[in-house]
């Protein structure tokens, strides 16, 4: 496997909470790995930790097979971008302008703001303040600045970026990350482990802070796994997972 990333043994504490205990994990070159777990399991310290924003008590994070923290933070800013939960923008920015932050660390170029602009479905809305788009739009700016940030040799980090996105545009980001994880490798948190399995080609499950299940996604998330990971029952219907529904008294 031609390896882009790779945990060892991750421990990381939020206050007194274990966050992460003893996660291991390695994505190669073409993955687009789907990060599955309930709330609070530790999908987003997960993500966090392997960008070098948070730093583990314990364990290591390598990138193309060097040491995270040994990187500048130049060639880290080339080589991986995250898109956080719930991205903020303060300032009076138009959405090109926060789309070209992401170019801050590694040059101007606006032909990979104006790409990464129309992969986004957000050419025609490039002018409008943040302030004015609807959430799901601003969703999408922050993809798109993550986009223009890093080439396609990289890693892409996303936590829960279709939050808020309406489906049309979900259908059209999905197309734009596998093509991004054909050079490079793209995670990506998720609830919906339905969609998950549709376009993912990897999956990581993840319970009280523990890696419970990996591997190929349709292998790996499946009823049982996630049904106890949960704590509430799933089914698979026609090849979609969902949790089961009960009605009436």
Not at 119 to 142: M, N
Request: hydrophobic share 45%; with cysteine.
């Amino acid at each position: 496997m031609d390896r882009m990333m790779s945990a060892r043994n991750l421990r990381v504490r939020i206050g007194a909470t274990l966050a992460l205990d003893d996660v291991s994990l390695e994505v190669g070159r073409g993955a687009l790995v789907a990060v599955v777990g309930p709330n609070a399991c530790g999908k987003s310290t997960l993500l966090r930790t392997l960008a070098g924003i948070l730093v583990p008590e314990r364990g290591t994070v390598e990138i193309l097979g060097l040491p995270l923290h040994e990187l500048s933070l130049g060639t880290r800013a080339r080589a991986l971008a995250l898109v956080p939960q719930r991205p903020e923008v303060s300032a009076p920015f138009t959405a090109r302008e926060v789309v070209s932050l992401g170019r801050y660390a590694v040059g101007s170029d606006w032909r990979r703001v104006d790409a990464a602009l129309a992969d986004t479905g957000l050419a025609e809305r490039a002018d409008v303040l943040c302030s004015s788009l609807s959430g799901g739009e601003r969703q999408r700016v922050a993809i798109a600045r993550a986009l223009a940030q890093v080439g396609k040799d990289a890693v892409l980090l996303l936590d829960e970026p279709f939050s808020g996105v309406d489906p049309g545009e979900v259908a059209r980001l999905i197309p734009v990350l596998r093509a991004r994880a054909d050079g490079g490798a793209v995670l990506v948190s998720i609830h919906d482990a339905g969609l998950a399995r549709a376009f993912a080609t990897h999956a990581i499950v993840l319970e009280g802070g523990k890696v419970v299940a990996a591997g190929e996604a349709r292998a790996t998330l499946t009823a049982p796994t996630l049904s106890q990971a949960y704590g509430h029952p799933m089914e698979e219907t026609d090849g979609w997972i969902a949790p089961q529904l009960r009605f009436g008294r």
